[in-house]
């Protein structure tokens, strides 16, 4: 009898913990954020815009109807950005990435890039990965 309201009580609690993924409008975006889509997607048309917020962390998601998408921080500050087939925005890329990209690999381009703690990570237009240390030193290749 313990072990089943045991059980029952946890299973009830589990989704109050678990993630929760809200539609909201571009407006509810934190400032940063509505000012990187303002600077990088002028013009484009949104799809829909979300809000993922767990037990301790927020995060929000902007899709674009071209597929485009952008992940922030709870603080505004973007985490990935996926353009799918097309290039991101040049501002975007750090230099030091655009600069290794066209010397090593002229003619490609970054379609999507995600900003970790630790690296940058970019996949480029021929499904090649490249990894970043915070210094911009390759750290690691895949095709």
């Not at 400032?31 to 997607?41: K, L, N, P, W």
């Not at 484009?44 to 998408?69: I, L, Q």
């Not at 970790?116 to 290749?141: Q, S």
Request: glycine share 6%.
């Amino acid at each position: 009898m313990f072990s089943w309201a045991v059980t029952a009580l946890l299973a009830a609690a589990v989704p109050a913990f678990a993630g929760s993924d809200r539609l909201i409008g571009i407006g509810e975006l934190p400032a940063v954020s509505r000012q990187f889509i303002e600077t990088h997607f002028s013009g484009a048309e949104v799809s829909y815009a979300k809000v993922d917020e767990e037990w301790m962390e927020k995060d929000y998601k902007v899709v674009f109807a071209d597929g485009t998408t952008v992940e922030f921080a709870k603080d505004g500050a973007w985490k990935e950005v996926d353009c799918k087939t097309r290039a991101v925005p040049a501002g975007i890329v750090p230099p030091q990435i655009r600069e290794y990209v066209a010397k090593n690999f002229p003619g490609r381009h970054v379609t999507a890039i995600e900003q970790g703690r630790r690296n940058y990570e970019v996949e480029l237009d021929n499904g090649i990965d490249l990894k970043f240390d915070l210094k911009f030193r390759l750290t690691d290749i895949d095709d």
